[in-house]
């Protein structure tokens, strides 16, 4: 056998063994390093209730009402249903635009899954103006329910039927 051909396969039998040798040590260490990013001083305990009243009061009622043809999904980001990767504007920067965005309830088509319309409860003020104009700018409608605790539910069934209405034609 060639002399070169010896050193070379021994050299190469040296380098694939100090790579196992390597990884085997990381994967050994690997679950000790993996955190996540959570930082473990933090301690975290469920929430006993979900909603306020009002948006309890009113998810029961879209949700009897509306079942059979609309999902009402509760708090759901804005990042859900836009889409910011438009040609000429920084995609990540568009996302860190509205991560922070909520709206109270989803209407969402239970056959196609499409969102119908975001339901928005003025029992709150923050970040409302900036998802009203996000959402006004792409045309999707907002049914807005201002102080839903005093309104009766057959006044938030209607607050629903002009934008509901071609679902029931």
């Not at 609309?70 to 910011?84: A, C, E, H, W």
């Not at 319309?117 to 003020?125: E, F, H, K, P, T």
Request: with cysteine; hydrophobic share 45%.
């Amino acid at each position: 056998m060639d002399f070169k051909l010896v050193w070379v396969l021994a050299i190469l039998v040296v380098v694939v063994y100090a790579i196992y040798k390597v990884m085997q040590k990381h994967v050994e260490t690997l679950p000790a390093k993996l955190d996540f990013g959570r930082k473990k001083d933090y301690v975290y305990r469920l929430k006993e209730e979900v909603f306020s009243k009002a948006e309890a009061r009113c998810f029961t009622i879209l949700d009897e009402t509306f079942s059979k043809k609309f999902y009402v999904i509760p708090k759901m980001s804005l990042n859900t249903i836009l889409d910011g990767e438009i040609k000429g504007q920084n995609w990540d920067g568009a996302a860190q635009a509205i991560v922070d965005l909520k709206v109270d309830f989803m209407m969402i088509h239970r056959k196609t899954l499409t969102p119908i319309c975001a339901v928005q409860l003025d029992d709150r003020i923050e970040g409302n103006f900036m998802m009203e104009q996000v959402l006004g700018d792409v045309g999707f409608p907002i049914v807005k329910l201002k102080r839903p605790e005093e309104m009766s539910k057959k006044e938030i069934v209607l607050s629903f039927a002009k934008v509901l209405k071609k679902y029931y034609d």
